[in-house]
T-cell receptor, first 116, second 111 residues
Framework: DTGVSQDPRHKITKRGQNVTFRCDPISEHNRLYWYRQTLGQGPEFLTYFQNEAQLEKSRLLSDRFSAERPKGSFSTLEIQRTEQGDSAMYLC??????????????FGPGTRLTVT | GNSVTQMEGPVTLSEEAFLTINCTYTATGYPSLFWYVQYPGEGLQLLLKATKADDKGSNKGFEATYRKETTSFHLEKGSVQVSDSAVYFCALNPNDYKLSFGAGTTVTVRA
């Protein structure tokens, strides 16, 4: 197992453009999470999936953001009409369905988005 | 709400020095507590965790004890190495899915 992977690692886009990021979780993990990390801050929760069901979305996830996990495997995060404030590192994590607060979440390397 | 406050950095130490990074939290119920580490150019990885009061998590010479009475989870290492240079994040999970992180503390260890 190679861990959680994310693609692309870096994305530079112009304001107003749409972008899509992909996350491939660890294969046996049925939970998948998205976080956002801005410079000098810790990651902030955006949303999570259990299999293909999106079970919670943070208020940080405005209407311009949409996440999918159509077959319960990989996930995509799309940002429409990007704004400069969207510039951040977008992190994906996965875990088993332990239903327990002590379960470890395994993080990918992140996708760094820069909106110019 | 749930929140984590950790010691501001950056912290610069000499090799073999003692490291402590303070972390306090606010949460309802009995959260699990974590320290994650981010080495230069790498992703976040779990360093250690504790899931109930008075538990001690330990890994790679680092330790942290879950103190419910002081709502703290301070990270310590007795003798740091250059390879410990990284950003350290304290985090809590009050339920079974959402981690809340502190702002991170950058640690630089000089030879």
């Amino acid at each position: 197992d190679t861990g959680v992977s994310q693609d692309p690692r870096h994305k530079i886009t112009k304001r107003g453009q749409n972008v899509t990021f992909r996350c491939d979780p660890i294969s046996e993990h049925n939970r998948l999470y998205w976080y956002r990390q801005t410079l000098g801050q810790g990651p902030e929760f955006l949303t999570y999936f259990q299999n293909e069901a999106q079970l919670e979305k943070s208020r940080l996830l405005s209407d311009r953001f949409s996440a999918e996990r159509p077959k319960g495997s990989f996930s995509t995060l799309e940002i429409q009409r990007t704004e400069q404030g969207d510039s951040a590192m977008y992190l994906c994590a996965s875990s088993t369905e332990g239903g327990w607060a002590g379960d470890e979440q395994y993080f990918g390397p992140g996708t760094r988005l820069t909106v110019t | 709400g749930n929140s984590v406050t950790q010691m501001e950095g950056p912290v610069t130490l000499s090799e073999e020095a003692f490291l402590t990074i303070n972390c306090t939290y606010t949460a309802t119920g009995y959260p699990s507590l974590f320290w994650y580490v981010q080495y230069p150019g790498e992703g976040l990885q779990l360093l250690l965790k504790a899931t109930k009061a008075d538990d001690k998590g330990s890994n790679k010479g680092f330790e942290a004890t879950y103190r419910k009475e002081t709502t703290s989870f301070h990270l310590e290492k007795g003798s740091v190495q250059v390879s410990d240079s990284a950003v350290y994040f304290c985090a809590l999970n009050p339920n079974d899915y959402k981690l809340s992180f502190g702002a991170g503390t950058t640690v630089t260890v000089r030879a």
